[in-house]
């Protein structure tokens, strides 16, 4: 089974197999890691995690918890959303 995640949110175009794919997410999962997030992110965030893509849903995962994480108005955000 082939996964081609073709966003730049989520990759470089890369095609990974299932032999590779715990490594792969493991570094995917390191550079998102690094990344900055913001409130501006949200839609893309959202669409990552209702994806049928384990690497999409990983990233939206990730993606939030750091937003939530480090936003101090986040609460505010939220009640008015």
């Known amino acids: 089974m082939e996964k081609k995640i073709e966003n730049s949110h989520f990759a470089k175009s890369k095609v990974y197999t299932n032999e590779s794919e715990e490594k ?3 570094d995917l999962i390191d550079l998102w890691r690094k990344k900055t997030f913001s409130i501006k992110d949200l839609p893309d965030i959202v669409h990552a995690i209702n994806s049928n893509d384990i690497f999409q849903q ?3 995962v990730i993606a939030l918890r750091k937003i939530l994480s480090t936003s101090k108005d986040i ?4 009640c008015f959303y």
């Open 24 to 26: 792969q997410l493991e």
């Open 58 to 60: 990983n990233y939206g």
């Open 75 to 78: 609460a505010l955000f939220l």
